[in-house]
């Protein structure tokens, strides 16, 4: 079965220091999203994106943050200048079309501790 | 703005037995998607069951099952036969239907699963 794939599983960083995660949406996607859960608490909507431009985001996703697909296969997140309250699980996400109700299907997220 | 509840931080169920985990929502909406979803240790987040708000049937998906209840924005996963493997975190979460962008999931903050032997 497609699924989404993540990288890296974990990540630790300097505060202050550049981030880029890494995930491969599944192929015939065409929505793609980043999620965020801080341990212990729920899993939170950053943003998402279609055609090469962001549709979403949310109050989280702040100039810190930006997306990117590069190519055919990859979407990042950049978090240009860490800070300790950015330690995280991050979660890539893809969909079908948007119709809202097209699952959403996870990756196993990255592990972001900064430090 | 919508926010889903989930008002059992733990439930606890023997193995073989039934177990139901409640979950509510606010919206003014009138059609939108529910789903719940399942994080094992793992952390994956791995989709268990959705429900359209527009079908009265209740979702069914082997030994998970929903009720639905629009009018009281109540939708509670059921799961018959308990397995070891369904110890797990299980979320809540909301989707309004879009007119043009892709809205998020909102998640409740999850009821942690534990399966007694």
């Known amino acids: 079965e497609p699924e989404v794939t993540q990288t890296p599983s974990h990540q630790v960083t300097q505060m202050g220091q550049e981030v880029i995660l890494r995930c491969v949406p599944i192929?015939?996607?065409?929505?793609f999203y980043w999620y965020r859960q801080i341990l212990g608490q729920k899993v939170e909507f950053l943003v998402s994106?279609?055609?090469?431009?962001?549709?979403?985001k949310s109050e989280i996703f702040d100039d810190q943050f930006s997306v990117e697909r590069p190519d055919g296969s990859n979407f990042t997140l950049k978090i240009r200048s860490t800070k300790l309250e950015d330690s995280a699980m991050y979660f890539c996400a893809s969909s079908v079309r948007d119709r809202s109700g097209n699952t959403i299907y996870f990756g196993e997220g990255s592990w972001l501790t900064v430090v | 703005a919508q926010t889903v509840t989930q008002s059992q931080p733990e439930m606890s169920v023997q193995e073989a037995e039934t177990v139901t985990l409640s979950c509510t929502y606010d919206t003014s909406e009138s059609d939108y998607y529910l789903f719940w979803y399942k994080q094992p240790p793992s952390r994956q987040m791995i989709l268990v069951i959705r429900?359209?708000?527009?079908?009265?049937q209740n979702a069914t998906e082997n030994r998970f099952s929903v009720n639905f209840q629009k009018a009281a924005k109540s939708f509670s996963l059921k799961i018959s036969d308990s397995q070891l493997g369904d110890a797990a975190m299980y979320f809540c979460?909301?989707?309004?239907?879009?007119?043009?962008?892709?809205?998020?999931?909102?998640f409740g903050k999850g009821t942690h699963l534990i399966i007694q032997p």
């Open positions: 192929s015939n996607h065409l929505y």
């Open positions: 429900q359209e708000a527009y079908k009265q």
């Open positions: 979460a909301y989707r309004r239907i879009s007119g043009g962008g892709a809205d998020g999931l909102t």
């Open positions: 994106f279609y055609n090469n431009e962001i549709s979403e």
